[in-house]
């Protein structure tokens, strides 16, 4: 109860704090940016046994999500906005929690990667880099290599990628797969244990 508490009290301030976001005129742009400056980084959104789940996650994932909403303040109506960026922040929180009891799972299984396992994160990240690169060379295909190196580092720069993040979410995709195995062969087990006895009992 107490962190479902949390969350909702949480989840006030956070919704508070993106709704005034949407505000046009200035002085409710100013009162908008004394909401956000009241909301710490590090607030507690949630907790999932003992891992928190902070406004300044939550915020990262809704800045792109807000602006898109912002620019369709003239399509849809303050209310209709309102409603979806409500929607959409609960979603980032739930898919926060989400991850958050997948990463304890994983760590509580024990379970890591191979050498070769962190190559192939490693080539993930090079695969991103080649599908802008390949991008780049249709749209300039007079641009020099050198030029090209730089284009792309310009547009990892204003992206909201990196290089850890890839990786982290190549490694995760792995472990997740291992656990599912993990998982499966569980089920396995007790199933074939569960079969057992009722042939036993039969006999």
């Known amino acids: 109860m107490r962190r479902i508490l949390t969350l909702t009290l949480a989840m006030l301030m956070l ?15 100013a ?14 959104v949630a907790r999932v046994n003992g891992t928190e789940i902070l406004y300044g996650q939550v915020a990262q994932q809704m800045a792109s999500v807000q602006s898109m909403y912002q620019s369709l303040a003239g399509t849809l109506s303050a209310e209709e906005i309102v409603e979806k960026l ?31 396992e962190e190559a192939q994160a490693k080539r993930q990240w090079d695969a991103v880099l080649e599908n802008i690169r390949a991008s ?9 290599e050198e030029d ?21 979410a190549a490694r995760k995709s792995i472990l ?8 499966a062969g569980s089920m396995e087990s007790v199933s074939d244990a569960a079969i057992q006895t009722l042939y036993d009992t039969l006999l």
């Open 148 to 168: 090209l190196d730089a284009m792309v580092i310009l547009s990892m720069q204003n992206s909201s990628l990196s290089q850890e993040m890839v990786m982290n």
């Open 31 to 44: 009162e908008a940016e004394t909401t956000t400056d009241s909301i710490q980084a590090d607030t507690v």
């Open 176 to 183: 997740t797969e291992k656990l599912r195995a993990v998982a």
């Open 86 to 116: 409500e929607a959409e922040a609960m979603n980032v929180v739930n898919k926060l929690i989400d991850d958050a009891i997948l990463d304890q799972k994983i760590a509580e299984s024990g379970l890591t990667l191979t050498k070769e």
């Open 15 to 29: 919704l508070s704090c993106f709704l005034c976001g949407c505000a046009q005129e200035k002085a409710e742009t």
């Open 136 to 144: 780049l060379r249709v749209n300039y295909p007079t641009m020099s």
